[in-house]
């Protein structure tokens, strides 16, 4: 039986290995559920916003992430195979950090060491994404404020009810056996109640076994350990290990409920009549205020580990990337592509201070914009970009208006809404970090003579200041401005054959020709639109 059992186990974990070397060239959409994930996208968010509680962080803001479609990207990233990595990783990328988060030697190692790869994501896989889990930052930083109140209450009614079984045993006693009943009856109460204000955090305690288990898994191999681990995590194993003992229960449990075993529900009463899981789950947290910061580290030690092994994999199936460089006062980039778009053509450009983008619709402006700005945040978080060369000042703040509308629920209107994350542009521009700003039709939400006067006034501000300025326009008047002051490119189309033809490719100089009636004709819009607006531009022109 033990060894048809220890087959099974081995043959289990043979699929598993292949499994995880075939998704390593693999894109995460196309081997797990998407939807799934962004189902939990607001669970994945608990560390981060428990992180912004404890820790002094800057973020990117909510416009900035959303023009850039972070969410988007973060998906494309997530080879993650643990909650704490999805958590770890959404945080990273969210938060503006003066140091790449992950380590180059562990991910050339990850890289040249498949079998030992494959060894720690099997462990990091086991951990999981449960749904319970991803609130276990909320106790690893507030144990105090969820612990069962009254706690002596319960390892009274405990202590007595193992008192009363044993003489109720030894005596048969009626009354002893009734007594024993009646407090296993009130005990069963309790817990259910407790337990249902609770479960979540009994249950995502029990993760950590598992995260115990795979620093152990690491400590033990002496070429993991020489690589992954620090001797600060000697007394965060001891720790993680106490823990363990109580929280083992949990973990069997846990394991019934996966499968549907009807076991689970048995264990249940037997633990909710002797209020195991309530005095454990005081036990734990006990431990968990009084050595916080050890759970931290090991927190950031199994999401960074995580992190680095989705790093590795998303190197290894991108064509080009590099590792950025950091500390100049300019930015350089060298055939930059943007990560999240598949076939992208690549362009170089520097810039110094500020530059202007003209071009037909859809012939690239945007894409490019948001290319820059996705692989800053990639590079400070990752160590990564897509490009040949990828050079950026030092702790780079990011910050866009690109893609704003109208907010129904508020009334406020996309002049508003605009205008306002303009004045927080130039509010979080300082001397000490540069800002890179974005900005698509620069208040394009007013008539055309104030858009263009202010628009004015905005880029001239901003080019004496500590920021590097990306604009891209249709409007030709306001490029004449500034021209002077801000280098002008475009992204250049032609209409052959009653098509449009668009090469994606940044030119120096500026496009003052327009598609916008000729894309009229080619969709089918009635000709008399056509001829009509032909003769309005002769018009307006004299």
């Not at 992430?65 to 195979?81: A, P, S």
């Not at 958590?87 to 503006?96: D, F, G, M, N, S």
């Not at 000697?234 to 720790?239: A, E, F, L, Q």
């Not at 001397?431 to 905005?458: C, F, H, M, Q, W």
Request: aromatic share 10%; with cysteine.
């Amino acid at each position: 039986m033990k060894q048809m059992l220890g087959k099974l186990i081995f043959g289990k974990r043979k699929i598993q290995r292949k499994m995880f070397e075939k998704e390593f060239n693999m894109w995460p959409d196309d081997y797990t559920n998407m939807d799934f994930t962004k189902d939990r996208l607001g669970k994945i968010k608990i560390y981060l916003k428990e992180s912004l509680e404890h820790e002094d962080l800057e973020t990117i803001d909510d416009v900035t992430w959303n023009d850039l479609n972070m969410d988007d990207m973060y998906f494309k990233l997530n080879h993650t195979r643990s909650f704490v990595g999805e958590q770890v990783l959404y945080k990273e990328l969210a938060t503006i950090s003066s140091n790449p988060f992950v380590s180059e030697e562990h991910i050339a190692y990850l890289l040249a060491n498949s079998e030992k790869r494959i060894d720690l994501e099997q462990a990091i896989y086991s951990i999981g994404k449960q749904k319970d889990d991803y609130y276990l930052p909320i106790i690893i930083n507030d144990a105090s404020a969820l612990r069962i109140g009254v706690g002596w209450i319960y390892n009274i009614l405990q202590q007595l009810l193992f008192v009363l079984l044993f003489v109720a045993l030894v005596s048969q006693n009626r009354l002893f056996i009734m007594a024993t009943i009646g407090i296993g009856v009130i005990n069963l109460t309790i817990s259910m109640y407790l337990k249902n204000k609770y479960q979540d955090m009994l249950f995502s305690i029990g993760s950590i076994k598992q995260m115990t288990s795979l620093v152990k898994l690491i400590s033990n191999d002496k070429e993991l350990s020489s690589v992954f681990l620090t001797d600060k995590l000697d007394s965060v194993i001891k720790t993680a290990e106490k823990i363990s003992k109580y929280i083992s229960n949990f973990q069997i449990r846990r394991k019934y409920y996966m499968i549907g075993d009807s076991g689970g529900l048995i264990l249940d009463y037997i633990m909710g009549i002797t209020l195991y899981d309530i005095v454990s789950y005081n036990r734990v947290i006990k431990l968990m205020e009084s050595r916080r910061n050890d759970f931290l580290t090991l927190y950031k030690l199994i999401g960074q580990l995580d992190v680095e092994i989705a790093v590795a994999s998303y190197r290894h199936r991108i064509n080009n990337w590099c590792i950025p460089e950091f500390d100049s006062d300019i930015i350089t980039v060298s055939e930059l592509v943007h990560p999240a778009v598949n076939k992208c053509i690549s362009n170089s450009i520097e810039i110094e201070n500020g530059i202007m983008l003209t071009g037909a619709n859809a012939s690239g402006k945007s894409t490019f914009m948001k290319a820059i700005a996705v692989n800053a945040i990639i590079s400070q978080t990752l160590n990564t970009a897509s490009a040949n060369r990828f050079v950026i000042p030092y702790n780079l703040m990011i910050m866009s208006s690109m893609s704003l509308r109208d907010d129904i629920e508020t009334g406020e209107s996309y002049y508003l809404r605009e205008i306002n994350q303009l004045k927080k542009m130039i509010e979080s521009i300082n001397e000490t970090k540069p800002t890179l700003i974005l900005i698509d039709e620069i208040l394009k939400g007013t008539n055309s003579i104030e858009r263009v006067a202010a628009s004015y006034g905005v880029l001239e501000y901003l080019y004496h200041k500590n920021a590097f300025v990306v604009v891209a326009t249709h409007d030709i008047s306001l490029v004449e401005l500034v021209k002077d002051r801000y280098k002008c490119y475009y992204f250049g189309s032609e209409i052959i054959d009653g098509e449009i033809k668009l090469d994606y490719k940044l030119h120096q100089g500026i496009n003052s020709t327009s598609n916008a009636i000729k894309l009229l004709e080619i969709t089918g819009f009635p000709q008399e639109i056509i001829t009509l607006s032909m003769e309005q531009i002769k018009h307006m022109a004299v």
